[in-house]
């Protein structure tokens, strides 16, 4: 666990990282530009906001609705949501993955609002708000660190798994029994829902990473019984041609599995993805044939 008394770091132990700033600046000027120019308002939730009817002639809105809030809690509430639980996940992943987990929890709100409009469940409304990211956030904080004590008005302590939990069925049961309290709820279901399957695809690959990583220390464990210099001569005369090419795989998994250690996934090449991938699979296809 870091120090509370790390670099940057406040009293309480938070800090802002460089993008949950940018996000909360970002979010600010937007609405103080609302509030100083009352003509901007109407302009910025019709040209900004997400409605589903015009996504094909406003396709930008899908992003741009994240940024647009109707008031000044709607926008409080968000931007607390995100500096208490975004900087543990900056941390942690770095800059380029949590914006791009951001991005795609936010898509995903909005997605999942066009499915539900074109059904019938959902009106065709403007959405606003960075509440569908702030949810993906929140998911992806309790999955991390679920028995995290989470105060609720500084009074009641809860566990991020269990607020998560109830968040989302709040959610769900007035997103599907049709609420008219002005929330978006399938936009904060389709960040959930975004941002659940963006992780579990993440844990995939680090599961597969990691056996990976097992195998290959194995292989590299393996002890060739010694011998008498003529017989250790007679081995390397009659070691398959394929071996040396194998113990340069070896390395270079090696070396870019210490990449991923140290930089995360994101900081692959697609070239060093797909030979990874490559490797991958030949190894799970011998298994198979073993078995």
Not at 58 to 80: I, Q, R
Not at 166 to 183: M, Q
Not at 267 to 277: A, I, N, V
Request: aromatic share 14%; net charge positive; glycine share 8%.
């Amino acid at each position: 666990m870091r120090s509370t008394y790390q670099s940057g770091m406040g009293p309480l132990g938070f800090r802002l990282t460089p993008w949950v700033k940018r996000l909360m600046i970002a979010n600010a000027v937007v609405f103080v530009i609302m509030l100083s120019v009352p003509a901007s308002a109407n302009w910025m939730i019709d040209n900004m906001g997400f409605r589903a009817s015009e996504v094909l002639r406003k396709p930008w809105t899908v992003v741009t609705y994240m940024f647009v809030h109707a008031s000044f809690l709607h926008v409080f509430l968000n931007m607390l949501m995100l500096f208490f639980f975004g900087w543990r996940l900056e941390d942690r992943w770095g800059g380029r993955e949590f914006i791009k987990y951001y991005a795609i929890c936010g898509i995903g709100g909005a997605v999942l609002t066009l499915i539900f409009w074109a059904t019938g469940y959902e009106p065709d409304v403007p959405v606003i708000g960075a509440s569908a990211a702030v949810y993906g956030v929140m998911l992806a904080f309790a999955l991390n660190w679920p028995d995290a004590l989470i105060w609720i008005y500084a009074i009641f302590p809860i566990k991020a798994k269990y607020l998560v939990l109830i968040l989302g069925a709040i959610s769900f049961f007035s997103a599907f029994s049709g609420s008219s309290d002005g929330i978006a709820h399938f936009a904060h279901l389709g960040g959930l829902v975004a941002g659940y399957a963006y992780l579990k695809q993440g844990w995939k690959v680090e599961t597969r990473l990691a056996s990976l990583k097992k195998d290959f220390k194995k292989r590299r464990l393996k002890v060739v019984p010694g011998g008498s210099g003529g017989e250790k001569q007679a081995k390397s005369k009659s070691r398959p041609a394929n071996a040396d090419d194998e113990a340069r795989i070896l390395e270079v998994v090696d070396a870019l599995l210490d990449k991923i250690a140290e930089s995360g996934l994101e900081s692959l090449t697609p070239e060093e993805r797909k030979f990874l991938d490559d490797v991958s699979r030949k190894r799970q296809s011998s298994h198979e044939v073993r078995h």
